[in-house]
């Protein structure tokens, strides 16, 4: 029997749009893979109200982690990693292992990398890229992205890389109003989509960056995959079409909803799991001010059996996650993005206070 996913990803995907997969394939050369592909990108630009460039590859949201690395910093510049929690932690990691240099702005797992903190390390030195996590899944903080950006317009040499892998599609996100170079996300948690593809939107800046930087790679040359969409509407590599079949009837329903009531809808998921936790005495690990809309980190201040948790509620067809790393058992998450709505999170919500005798 299948458990409903309130975990932080993979999320609920809806059987309409598992039915997409399931139509006949073509080929990847043909112009029905042309009209596909610019159809995505087309309705990608559209929901973010972006004039830059996007591109939809068959990966992981973690290759553009590399993209970053083998793109955007040349051999002799620098990058400044904000780091608040796991993921946050891998884009430094994907930097250094890729030959580049970069420092640690590091934060206490649970706070946020805050604007002023940017502007210290800025003034003091040269730095080719500012790397920040939109939405840290592991901790459930969010940063303000709006004021960062605003921030970054102020060094014209400094791009701005946004792992949004947790939030783009859910939280609000306006890359062009914003100022950022290069944000990206995978489609299985706000787009609930099943995992296999990843986005990203370029600025011309950032593109500008790539074509300066030699040894950029084959799969993850962005110089490349850009300039073959320009030419032919199509992508370099072999994509996954039964996805972007599903990404592009996905995409028409978030249309149709709009991007200001997607958010609106998890803003109202997230205040009302924020205020159930505090109302039966757990905490939120991520500090005030910085909560995520997509994935509440609870503090299991009530030191409650997360594990015995998920036996109970996989009896009711429900599932959430454990804390992540470190913080395992200390919290548990729950993801309440994509397709998620407020009547099903007061069932799982009732669920756990039935599991758990709250």
């Given amino acids: 029997m299948h458990k409903k996913l309130w975990i932080p990803g993979p999320t609920e995907v809806k059987e309409d749009v598992l039915k997409e997969q399931a139509k006949p394939l073509f080929g990847h050369r043909s112009n029905d893979f042309t009209l596909l592909y610019d159809s995505v990108l087309t309705q990608l630009r559209e929901f973010f109200k972006t004039e830059q460039h996007v591109l939809v590859l068959t990966a992981s949201g973690t290759l553009f982690m590399d993209i970053t690395a083998r793109n955007l910093i040349t051999p002799v510049g620098k990058a400044l990693c904000c ?73 014209p040499d400094t791009l701005l890389v946004v792992d949004a892998v947790s939030s783009m599609g859910g939280d609000m996100l306006l890359p062009d109003e914003w100022g950022t170079d290069l944000i990206f996300a995978s489609t299985q948690k706000c787009f ?4 296999g593809l990843a986005i990203g939107i370029v600025s011309q800046r950032a593109l500008d960056r790539a074509k300066e930087v030699p040894s950029k790679g084959l799969y993850i040359n962005l110089e490349k995959i850009l300039g073959y969409y320009e030419k032919k509407k199509q992508t370099p590599s072999t994509p996954n079409i039964s996805l972007l079949f599903a990404l592009d009837y996905k995409l028409k329903l978030m249309l149709a909803e709009g991007a200001e009531n997607i958010f609106k809808r998890h803003k109202e998921m997230a205040d009302y799991t924020h205020e159930w936790a505090l109302k039966h005495g757990f905490g939120l690990f991520a500090e005030e001010g910085y909560r995520s809309v997509t994935v509440t980190t ?17 009896e009711k067809n429900l599932v959430v996650a454990n804390g992540y790393g470190k913080l395992k058992g200390l919290t548990f998450r729950i993801g309440h993005m994509g397709d998620h709505t407020l009547d099903g999170l007061k069932e799982l919500l009732g669920a756990i206070e039935e599991v758990w005798n709250l």
């Fill in 298 to 314: 609870v503090e299991n201040k009530l030191e409650k059996d997360v594990g015995e948790l998920n036996k109970g509620l996989a």
């Fill in 83 to 155: 780091v608040n929690g796991s993921f946050s932690g891998r884009m430094y990691e994907a930097i250094v292992d890729s030959g580049r240099i970069a420092s640690k702005l590091e934060v206490e797992w649970g706070k946020a990398v805050t604007v002023e903190m940017i502007k210290e390390r800025l003034d003091t030195s040269d730095y080719e890229v500012v790397t920040i996590c939109y939405n840290e899944t592991s901790t459930g903080v969010k940063a303000d992205l709006q004021a960062i950006g605003n921030l970054l317009k102020n060094y």
């Fill in 192 to 195: 609930a989509l099943p995992a």
